[in-house]
Nanobody, 124 residues
Framework: QVQLLESGGGLVQAGGSLRLSCAAS????????MGWFRQAPGKERAFVASISRSGGSTYYLDSVKGRFTISRDNGKNTVFLQMNSLKPEDTAVYYC?????????????????WGQGTQVTVSS
C-alpha cells in the first residue's frame, strides 16, 4: 500500500511555470513506476507523463513534450512534474499515480494507487 499526496498546483498566466510534487508514503517508493495524469473540465482523465523506477526512462503525452519534465527523488519518496510554457489548455486537475508492474505504462487501469489531485489553472 502507498499513499500519494500532490502539491504545487495553482493559478498561473499563460507562458508561466509550475512545479508539481507528489509525496509518497508506505511501501518502498523506488519499487513503483510513477505517472502523472490530468482531467480537464468535461473531459476524461488522460495520461501526461510517466517515469521508470530508477528515473532513467520517461514518457510524455505528445502535446507536453519539450514543455513538461517528470523526475523523481527516491531518497525523498517524491515524484515531480516541472511544467513550463504553460497554455490555457493545460488547465486541469493533475493526479499522481503509482504502479506495481513490469513496465512503465500510459494506461490508467495499470496504476493501482492514486492521489487526490491538485488543480492547475492557466489563464490566457
Amino acid at each position: 500500500q502507498v499513499q500519494l499526496l500532490e502539491s504545487g498546483g495553482g493559478l498561473v498566466q499563460a507562458g508561466g511555470s509550475l512545479r508539481l510534487s507528489c509525496a509518497a508514503s508506505g511501501r518502498t517508493f523506488s519499487s513503483y513506476r510513477m505517472g502523472w495524469f490530468r482531467q480537464a473540465p468535461g473531459k476524461e482523465r488522460a495520461f501526461v507523463a510517466s517515469i521508470s523506477r530508477s528515473g532513467g526512462s520517461t514518457y510524455y503525452l505528445d502535446s507536453v513534450k519539450g514543455r513538461f519534465t517528470i523526475s523523481r527523488d527516491n531518497g525523498k519518496n517524491t515524484v515531480f512534474l516541472q511544467m513550463n510554457s504553460l497554455k490555457p489548455e493545460d488547465t486541469a486537475v493533475y493526479y499522481c499515480a503509482a504502479r506495481v508492474g513490469l513496465a512503465v505504462s500510459r494506461l490508467q487501469a495499470d496504476y493501482q494507487y492514486w492521489g487526490q489531485g491538485t488543480q492547475v489553472t492557466v489563464s490566457s
